[in-house]
């Protein structure tokens, strides 16, 4: 069974949501500008794509390349460029720093310990990141609040020192966005067909099996506490979200398969 036929069920509220997504949108973009977008190439960041496109946003997008994407994940820019005619940019790390890194500490860095996953983070999505939102006034995230207890309180709009980050997938469910995808045949990863709910870079990221929560997959020999690679959480640590929000607490559980032992 594919990721659709497994996931996509709209909540019943779907349409006020969807709604509320496009509004905010635009009043981010007509607020914010210039207003970038920040696609992982996963599920949500697609949907957030279409809904620039139904929105008739003109928004720059970009892509963080870490040198350590799957194949399957890549191959998705052309998609997106060939379907909404928008240009994406790419950001890579500096060749010479993830070079060093990996002779000093070998291939298997991040395995080692956490301040080394941490490390190899920093250079291959921290620095492009700040390169890529230079200059912005706002950038747009397919953050959701069901993906993680250390998400639970993103709010539509969170104010940073020298920009806001939109999030107008906050309130969506995962069942939500399949079924948008669903709905408009938005192009998506085939790794989400295999069991890949959330998608970073090859080393750190493997299926999820029965039971497991949504971001299981992701750095899965660290503790549940660390697994973020620092591009929505603030200096201290802490999610960087600055209003409160009310909203009713989602299960991340999602129907996967079993392993046989």
Same mark, same amino acid.
């Given at each position: ?13 779907? !349409?006020? &949501? ?5 509004? @905010?949108? #635009? ?10 977008? !920040? ?8 949907? %957030? ?19 350590? @994407? ?16 928008? #240009? ?9 720093? =993830?070079? =060093? ?10 395995? &080692?310990?956490?301040? @080394?996953?941490?490390?190899? +983070?920093?250079?291959? #999505? ?9 200059? #912005? ?12 207890? !250390? ?13 806001? &980050? ?34 970073? +870079?090859?080393? +750190? ?27 929505? %959480? ?10 409160? =929000?009310?909203?009713?607490? @989602? ?11």
């Amino acid at each position: 069974m594919g990721a659709i036929s497994l996931y996509a069920k709209a909540s019943p509220d779907f !349409a006020q &949501k969807l709604a509320h997504s496009l509004e @905010l949108l #635009k009043s981010s973009a007509a607020t914010y500008s210039p207003l970038t977008q !920040a696609s992982s190439l996963g599920a949500e960041d697609m949907v %957030v794509t279409h809904l620039l496109q139904e929105a008739g946003i003109d928004c720059s997008i970009f892509v963080l390349d870490t040198g350590m @994407l799957h194949a399957e994940t890549l191959a998705l820019v052309g998609r997106i460029e060939e379907r909404y005619q928008r #240009k994406v940019d790419i950001y890579r790390p500096v060749e010479s720093a =993830a070079s =060093a890194f990996v002779q000093t500490n070998g291939p298997d860095a991040m395995y &080692k310990s956490l301040e @080394l996953r941490k490390a190899c +983070c920093h250079i291959r #999505k921290m620095e492009p990141l700040e390169r890529a939102l230079a200059g #912005k006034n706002g950038w747009l995230t397919g953050l959701r609040r069901e993906q993680s207890s !250390a998400r639970a309180e993103v709010h539509d709009i969170e104010q940073q020192a020298e920009r806001v &980050k939109v999030n107008p997938l906050a309130d969506w469910t995962w069942g939500d966005v399949w079924h948008y995808i669903s709905l408009n045949a938005i192009p998506y990863n085939p790794l989400h067909d295999q069991f890949f709910p959330s998608i970073g +870079c090859a080393p +750190c990221t493997r299926a999820v099996t029965l039971g497991e929560d949504f971001r299981s997959g992701r750095w899965w020999w660290e503790q549940e506490s660390a697994k973020e690679c620092g591009l929505h %959480v603030a200096a201290d640590g802490t999610h960087e979200a600055q209003e409160p =929000a009310a909203f009713e607490p @989602l299960s991340s559980i999602i129907p996967i398969r079993e392993i046989p032992a």
